[in-house]
Each structure stands twice: as structure tokens, then as C-alpha cells.
């Protein structure tokens, strides 16, 4: 297994255009997990999902933004009408969620740049 | 409301020396902690995880402390290597049973040859 990967790992969008990202997890793995990070701040939690159902999502996430996994692997997430605040890095992580205590594995990120 | 708080935003060192990084919280009892190392344009690579009923935990040149009366983690380098500058973050379990991480802001660390 060659661990996370996300695609693409660079977008330059123009405001008010759509955006989607996927994220391929550990193939065992079913828990799969989308943050947002800004230049020197840690990584914000978005969503998450177990197996296809998506379980929980941030406060702080607009109805501009929607993530699906529908057969329980590879995951999308879409932005609509993009602001330029929605430039940042997105990353996703999988885990595997039978242990009570687990540790994450991130993707490389895509950097997203709204223009 | 939740807040995590990593000592400093950048840490320089001298190789050989021991780096000690500090993560504060407030308002949680989280059942764990973890301790990830960033690599500029890269995701979060997971390093340690200590538990509550757990002091102190070791890998390699690294130690993690874990003071849930203080609230605090203490993640210490030793024998520092210029390979070992990175961003370092903690991250706890969120308020709904682990199904969610919040992270500090990281603390940047540079080890100087």
C-alpha cells in the first residue's frame, strides 16, 4: 500500500468557480477524514466519514462545501462559487477505526489558490 | 471553547542539544494525545500517542510527557539533527469520542548545525 494520496496536489481556480478534490484512502482503512490548513496554523477538521456514511461536520463549514464517499473509498470533496478565502492546503486522512486509540495518515495535500 | 496552544511559533536550537516543545489546552479531557511532524508542503506524519493513564512515552530520541492535572504535553527531541527541523503539532481527541482531532498551531522547529 503506498499510504494516502490526493489529486490533484495543485489547483488554481478563478472566484466563483467549482472546485472537486479526491482523496484515495488505506485500502483497509474506513475512516476517512478531510481538514483545511492555512500558512502557519495546524489542521482545521471539516468532515469526517466511517465506512460511506459521512458522521459528523464542522461547524465552521459552509453549505458551499459538500464531501462524499460513496462506496466507502475514495472520497470527493466540492467547493462551489469559490472565495479567495477558501485558498488553502486540504488534506485528507484515513484511519482504522477498531482501535480505541488510533493514529491518522495523511495525505501529501492539495494546495488549492482561488484567484 | 476548546483551544490547544503550542508554546512558540519557531524554536531554534543547536544540533546535539534537546528540543522541548509544550502543548497547553484548555476546556477538554481528552482520553489521548498525539504528537505529528509537517515537513513544509507535506500532510502531518503521526510520531507518538500517550494516553491519559500514561506519563511519559518513548521512541527512539523521542520523549512525550503527558501532565493531564497541568493539562499540558511536553514532546523533547534529544540529540537533535538538522533533520529533525520540521513543524511538530499535537493533536487531541475532539469532544465526540476520538471521532473528531483538533490540532495546535504547531511549533516550528529548527536545528541549527
Known amino acids: 500500500d503506498t499510504g494516502v494520496s490526493q489529486d490533484p496536489r495543485h489547483k488554481i481556480t478563478k472566484r466563483g468557480q467549482n472546485v472537486t478534490f479526491r482523496c484515495d484512502p488505506i485500502s483497509e482503512h474506513n475512516r476517512l477524514y478531510w481538514y483545511r490548513q492555512t500558512l502557519g496554523q495546524g489542521p482545521e477538521f471539516l468532515t469526517y466519514f466511517q465506512n460511506e456514511a459521512q458522521l459528523e461536520k464542522s461547524r465552521l463549514l459552509s453549505d458551499r462545501f459538500s464531501a462524499e464517499r460513496p462506496k466507502g473509498s475514495f472520497s470527493t470533496l466540492e467547493i462551489q462559487r469559490t472565495e479567495q478565502g477558501d485558498s488553502a492546503m486540504y488534506l485528507c486522512?484515513?484511519?482504522?477505526?477498531?482501535?480505541?486509540?488510533?493514529?491518522?495518515?495523511f495525505g501529501p495535500g492539495t494546495r488549492l489558490t482561488v484567484t | 471553547s476548546q483551544k490547544i496552544e503550542q508554546n512558540s511559533e519557531a524554536l531554534n536550537i543547536q544540533e546535539g542539544k534537546t528540543a522541548t516543545l509544550t502543548c497547553n489546552y484548555t476546556n477538554y479531557s481528552p482520553a489521548y494525545l498525539q504528537w505529528y511532524r509537517q515537513d513544509p508542503g507535506r500532510g502531518p506524519v503521526f510520531l507518538l500517542l500517550?494516553?491519559?493513564?500514561?506519563k511519559e512515552k518513548r521512541k527512539e530520541r523521542l520523549k512525550v510527557t503527558f501532565d493531564t492535572t497541568l493539562k499540558q504535553s511536553l514532546f523533547h527531541i534529544t540529540a537533535s539533527q538538522p533533520a529533525d527541523s520540521a513543524t511538530y503539532l499535537c493533536a487531541l481527541e475532539g469532544d465526540n469520542y476520538g471521532q473528531n482531532f483538533v490540532f495546535g498551531p504547531g511549533t516550528r522547529l529548527s536545528v541549527l548545525p
Open positions: 486522512a484515513s484511519s482504522f477505526s477498531e482501535l480505541r486509540y488510533y493514529e491518522q495518515y
Open positions: 500517550i494516553r491519559e493513564n500514561e
